[in-house]
């Protein structure tokens, strides 16, 4: 194990007295920061320093959902008239592409996703899988791209009733069953669903009594579909559904709630689930965006992700916050908010997941931390940040990105990996991808 001390930055703590200290350090030993502040020269025998030359430096970001898979989608347009609406999106795209994953595509489909990801800052990635010609390991190639990369993971497989009645069970259970029995803390997981209206009763049943122990990670009310086949076939709502089966709960993230009622929100909370909003794949798709100030309002643990739509997660605080102001018509909401929900309650929906704290600069936190390429030219505090956050990180680099106290990111680039190699494989491998898809 080594250590590695910064120095010279400016320090946004994120910590229970939000400390923004201007010259500040962090020493880290192993994979755990030891101290942060103003440390005197010489306290610590480090065996690598890091001169951040007052940039700012903060704890990695957190991802509470995204879909590692989707990477090879990128500039693809499936065969056949454009799609109406989300389900035929779904249909005519997503139930396509990942159909046509072979294993040495998912790896590859997470590797570059993570890469970029670490280049955004992010070393925590809640993921939700899905590749059914290839389910049986397919977390295991996943998992394989974590470790290269070098970032932290909470992984499942999507369980639904599409291809074949239950698929998927088996990987969730073998891949639970993995890591309960590691002591290796980077990878935990999930019982991950797609959605009630593919999820039938048996199938649903089963996954209750698999994941019951564990937790779940399930898409909810993303359209008005999937609201309006719950209903005609099994006469409840989605929420009084999955509360029947015992899926809520605080180890289960609901992905979306788009269309959930008021009544459902307070299901939520008095379950203490959590609830995850991704804006910028919602809108993309034509949808409503989650109404997350509506789900504050009744005490949700609201998060967002990026839900394979990039893996750049300040975006995603910015286009929550912009879409909430445009879709209330009120320049006044939703911008601490927006904010708070990247930085706070993603953190606190990671460490319901892992056992290592992270999301803090503080001692005894998982030594998770981001220097930006970005010095600030106004006054740096705790009323002005998430500003330089919105405004100013946004646009920025990263210049270093530490994960579990190793640097995976230097100078914009990966060190430990041949990224010009992978992306030409990448590029191979989705053309081939692209061919079996009809």
Excluded at 32 to 37: D, E, F, Q, S
Excluded at 69 to 92: C, H, I, M, Q, V
Excluded at 114 to 125: D, Q, S, V, Y
Aim: glycine share 8%; aromatic share 8%; net charge negative.
């Amino acid at each position: 194990m080594s250590s590695l001390l910064i120095t010279n930055g400016r320090l946004v703590t994120l910590d229970e007295d939000n400390r923004f200290i201007d010259g500040g350090s962090v020493y880290i030993d192993g994979n755990r920061i030891v101290a942060v502040g103003e440390i005197a020269p010489g306290t610590y025998a480090a065996d690598c320093s890091i001169d951040a030359g007052g940039r700012l430096v903060m704890p990695g970001l957190i991802n509470a959902h995204h879909h590692l898979y989707s990477t090879f989608a990128r500039g693809f347009t499936p065969p056949g008239p454009p799609a109406r609406d989300f389900d035929e999106n779904l249909k005519n795209l997503w139930w396509k592409l990942d159909r046509a994953l072979e294993s040495e595509d998912v790896y590859y489909s997470a590797l570059l996703a993570l890469m970029e990801a670490a280049r955004a800052g992010c070393t925590t990635i809640i993921d939700h899988h899905a590749s059914p010609s290839c389910w049986d390991g397919s977390l295991d190639q996943v998992e394989r791209a974590f470790r290269d990369v070098g970032l932290s993971g909470c992984l499942c497989y999507e369980v639904s009733d599409r291809n074949a009645a239950g698929e998927g069970i088996e990987e969730n259970e073998r891949y639970i069953r993995k890591c309960r029995e590691s002591d290796d803390e980077q990878m935990a997981a999930l019982f991950g669903m797609h959605a009630s209206m593919t999820l039938g009763a048996k199938t649903l049943e089963r996954c209750a009594a698999a994941g019951q122990d564990t937790g779940f990670h399930v898409h909810a009310a993303e359209d008005q579909i999937d609201v309006r086949i719950t209903a005609d076939r099994d006469r409840r709502g989605i929420m009084d559904r999955y509360l029947e089966y015992g899926i809520a709960g605080p180890s289960t993230i609901f992905v979306h709630g788009t269309h959930l009622e008021p009544r459902e929100m307070d299901l939520l909370n008095s379950t203490d689930s959590m609830l995850v909003s991704n804006p910028e794949s919602n809108m993309n798709n034509g949808l409503r965006v989650s109404p997350i100030l509506e789900f504050l309002k009744h005490g949700v643990t609201v998060g967002v992700g990026t839900d394979g739509m990039s893996s750049h997660l300040i975006s995603q605080a910015r286009s929550m916050y912009l879409h909430q102001r445009t879709d209330h018509r009120d320049p006044t909401l939703a911008f601490a908010e927006a904010c708070e929900i990247l930085l706070h309650n993603n953190r606190d929906i990671c460490n319901r997941l892992f056992t290592e704290p992270r999301g803090a600069l503080v001692p005894g936190h998982l030594a998770d931390v981001v220097i930006h390429d970005y010095v600030p030219f106004t006054p740096l505090a705790a009323n002005t940040f998430y500003g330089h956050l919105l405004f100013g990180l946004s646009f920025s680099r990263v210049q270093t990105t530490i994960a579990r106290g190793v640097v995976v990111v230097d100078g914009g680039h990966l060190p430990h990996l041949d990224e010009n190699r992978t992306r030409a494989h990448c590029s191979e491998r989705a053309a081939a991808i692209w061919t079996r898809i009809d």
